[in-house]
């Protein structure tokens, strides 16, 4: 049985409710509730979805992204909230979605997404090519300092509005394959795993997200008009002693010493067709990804 596609966009609100309540059926470890709630519903994202009755029993999403690849930039679309639920699973559902959406991009424009490891042979029947992208780090000694960034708050108005304000006109963090002006999705990732770890600093007008494990001091992201020291940074977003950092993206433009150290394999990249990737090493910025 063929269902019809309903598009639902920053407009559709009647729908929004609907695709609240079908997330976590499907992710369960996730909830896109906080960040709606927040107005993280962009313009640029829309979802795909079959109904059954109020629900939605099937989606893919789209978001519309502003890329950088090997320092041109383009317009691309990153798939995302892929999934059925539970009990209509294995009913070609989902291949009809897909098909579906892939029939309403631009195949001249990049398309990708990032998968998990119970779907990876799901993708290829599209066009979609797995692509390896690396873990980058770098040894460095840093001992915490008394001075600290400035924390802020996701339940504040005001650092909310200042995140929204850089993260629009932010450079990009990398020239190889990146993008900007994801404020949208840093918000999702700042209300669903990180809302400790944005910090900003005022003389640069600069955001730097960050978290500690062990000893690694981990820099997930760094939204600033012009370059900044890093390197300055890690002291004050250190709390005790570290002598490994690792980056969420590639650092060519603010660690050009760090080296890959190993295939990224938490959430497999998948491209569509000829995207013309860096052949060398690196990692799509991973508060970018949906």
Aim: net charge negative.
């Amino acid at each position: 049985m063929t269902r019809n596609v309903v598009v639902i966009d920053a407009h559709r609100v009647e729908l929004h409710e609907a695709f609240m309540r079908y997330a976590p059926r499907v992710f369960p470890s996730i909830t896109f509730r906080r960040w709606y709630e927040l107005g993280g519903w962009h313009p640029g994202y829309r979802a795909f979805a079959l109904f059954e009755g109020d629900d939605i029993v099937a989606n893919v999403s789209l978001q519309r992204m502003n890329l950088v690849v090997r320092g041109q930039r383009v317009i691309g679309w990153q798939f995302g909230a892929v999934g059925v639920l539970p009990e209509l699973r294995g009913r070609g559902l989902q291949q009809q979605l897909m098909w579906d959406v892939l029939k309403r991009i631009d195949q001249r424009e990049l398309a990708f997404l990032f998968a998990n490891e119970d779907v990876l042979d799901f993708y290829p029947k599209f066009g979609f090519k797995r692509v390896t992208e690396w873990l980058f780090g770098v040894d460095a000694d840093i001992a915490p300092t008394t001075s600290s960034l400035r924390r802020l708050s996701v339940d504040s108005t005001e650092d909310r509005a200042l995140v929204a304000r850089i993260a629009a006109s932010a450079q990009p963090v990398t020239e190889r394959f990146g993008a900007t002006d994801y404020g949208g999705i840093l918000l999702w990732y700042w209300t669903q795993f990180h809302k400790d770890d944005v910090y900003y600093h005022a003389g640069d007008d600069a955001l730097v997200v960050a978290e500690e494990d062990l000893e690694v001091l981990r820099v997930l992201d760094v939204f600033a008009p012009r370059p900044i020291d890093l390197a300055a940074y890690l002291p004050q977003l250190a709390t005790r002693p570290t002598q490994h950092v690792e980056f969420g993206f590639t650092p060519d433009r603010y660690w050009p010493r760090a080296q890959p150290l190993h295939e990224y394999l938490e959430s497999p990249l998948f491209v569509l067709g000829n995207a013309g990737l860096p052949s060398g090493p690196f990692k799509f910025p991973v508060l970018a990804q949906t």
